[in-house]
């Protein structure tokens, strides 16, 4: 494992650490966050819902840069950095997803059993997730791997153009519980401003978190891409 990763690796351990102190310091610990009105102290899913949604929205940029490179190369490498990149980014908008429903319920429906109120911003979010998903499942159905590639990658870039919109533009056009949304105040007319000490620090550290997992998750797929085609060399010289 190269020296340059592991040193990034480390200091995205520490990064993520000392955000992770600072989110959940109160009084008299080292960064005192106030209880803000009605949403007290689960304001700090600011933390970890926001920033989860910037890591996806990298993620899939990244994702349609390869889809790209690989529309013009049909290196197969693209396709699997593509393909990684998409996956992880789904798993960031699910994670995007359970937060931001856990939050609106303790937060508008504390007790009740609402947990889904299908809030125009909530549902395009899924919109999005459920896009991505799609792409999975056109590779699943295609057998060939170039076309499997080609296709899919066109298929990214499509999905890549409908993020701006049905994750920020279409939501604040819409009546939204959602601070930005039409006639409510943005996030930090509500939020004390020692948040973003906070806050700033967690998007780059969740985008260093989704950095990782990619990295890692292309070298393993890249390993059993190389197994198989070793397979299927033995495979040809038996036959010969």
Request: aromatic residues 12%; hydrophobic residues 50%.
């Amino acid at each position: 494992m190269p020296r340059k990763y592991k040193t990034i690796r480390l200091a995205i351990i520490v990064w993520m650490t000392l955000v992770l102190l600072g989110a959940f310091s109160f009084g008299g610990v080292w960064l005192n966050i106030p209880k803000l009105a009605m949403l007290e102290h689960t304001a700090r899913n600011l933390y970890f819902h926001v920033p989860m949604w910037f890591t996806m929205m990298a993620l899939t940029a990244l994702s349609a840069i390869h889809a790209i490179q690989c529309l013009r190369t049909n290196n197969p490498v693209s396709d699997i950095r593509s393909r990684i990149a998409a996956l992880i980014a789904v798993i960031f908008g699910i994670l995007g997803l359970t937060t931001g429903s856990v939050w609106a319920h303790y937060t508008w429906y504390e007790g009740t059993n609402i947990w889904w109120n299908f809030d125009p911003k909530q549902s395009m979010a899924a919109v999005q997730v459920l896009i991505y998903c799609a792409y999975f499942a056109l590779r699943s159905a295609l057998d060939d791997p170039r076309k499997r590639a080609r296709i899919s990658a066109v298929y990214n870039i499509f999905a890549f153009v409908t993020v701006p919109f049905l994750l920020y533009v279409l939501p604040r056009q819409l009546e939204s519980l959602h601070p930005g949304a039409e006639g409510n105040p943005a996030f930090s007319e509500i939020t004390d401003p020692i948040m973003r000490v906070i806050f700033y620090p967690a998007v780059l550290g969740f985008i260093g978190v989704g950095w990782l997992l990619y990295i890692q998750r292309v070298r393993l797929a890249r390993a059993v891409m190389t197994l198989q085609n070793i397979e299927e060399d033995k495979h040809l010289q038996t036959k010969t």
